[in-house]
């Protein structure tokens, strides 16, 4: 292992302790990066998901197209659509590229997490199913340091006891949570 190597290892152990203490999981991440209110409504279990046509016809998409992929049986807290275990990648599947920053965020936490299970440095691949296009996502400073300032925002969020002011974005048109907000078309 190279020093950079090293100092990366370091730098993710530190991230996913971090992430531990605070309970963080994918969707946070993924929320974090696109609206705080739609992240704290997930972290104080208010979201509107139950409730969501959208959130469904995700969820049956995504098991029509892995039905029957077991990589991930027995991971316990830890959501990936799928795990290449010997290539060490982690594979996240969305329906569309929207907000790709943010999905690019949530599968790398998942490639921090299993970096740190497995001792070895994973990688994140990004699958947009509208497009049938793959999106590489790799731990570098970059993407680790926005990981970083989603835990920042996140225990900020944790510890918030009231909703966070948000404006209308365009994430709220297909948002689980735009009637709550108000800003439902």
């Given at each position: 292992m190279t020093k950079t190597d090293w100092d990366r290892s370091a730098r993710l152990q530190a991230f996913c302790e971090r992430a531990d203490r605070l309970d963080a999981q994918g969707l946070h991440i993924q929320h974090a990066a696109i609206c705080a209110r739609r992240c704290w409504l997930?972290?104080?279990?208010?979201?509107?998901?139950?409730?969501?046509e959208n959130i469904r016809l995700g969820f049956q998409r995504h098991a029509d197209s892995h039905g029957r992929d077991r990589s991930t049986a027995g991971l316990l807290g830890l959501h990936p659509d799928r795990l290449d275990w010997e290539a060490g990648i982690v594979i996240e599947e969305k329906t569309s590229a929207s907000y790709l920053e943010a999905s690019m965020d949530q599968a790398a936490f998942y490639a921090a997490l299993m970096s740190r299970a497995t001792g070895r440095i994973w990688s994140a691949r990004l699958y947009v199913m509208g497009s049938k296009r793959y999106h590489e996502v790799s731990l570098d400073p970059g993407r680790v340091e926005r990981l970083e300032r989603a835990l920042d925002l996140i225990e900020t969020l944790k510890r918030a006891t009231a909703v966070p002011a948000a404006r209308p974005i365009s994430a709220c048109r297909g948002c689980s949570n735009n009637e709550f907000c108000g800003f439902a078309e």
């Amino acid at each position: 292992m190279t020093k950079t190597d090293w100092d990366r290892s370091a730098r993710l152990q530190a991230f996913c302790e971090r992430a531990d203490r605070l309970d963080a999981q994918g969707l946070h991440i993924q929320h974090a990066a696109i609206c705080a209110r739609r992240c704290w409504l997930h972290l104080h279990r208010a979201s509107m998901n139950e409730w969501s046509e959208n959130i469904r016809l995700g969820f049956q998409r995504h098991a029509d197209s892995h039905g029957r992929d077991r990589s991930t049986a027995g991971l316990l807290g830890l959501h990936p659509d799928r795990l290449d275990w010997e290539a060490g990648i982690v594979i996240e599947e969305k329906t569309s590229a929207s907000y790709l920053e943010a999905s690019m965020d949530q599968a790398a936490f998942y490639a921090a997490l299993m970096s740190r299970a497995t001792g070895r440095i994973w990688s994140a691949r990004l699958y947009v199913m509208g497009s049938k296009r793959y999106h590489e996502v790799s731990l570098d400073p970059g993407r680790v340091e926005r990981l970083e300032r989603a835990l920042d925002l996140i225990e900020t969020l944790k510890r918030a006891t009231a909703v966070p002011a948000a404006r209308p974005i365009s994430a709220c048109r297909g948002c689980s949570n735009n009637e709550f907000c108000g800003f439902a078309e």
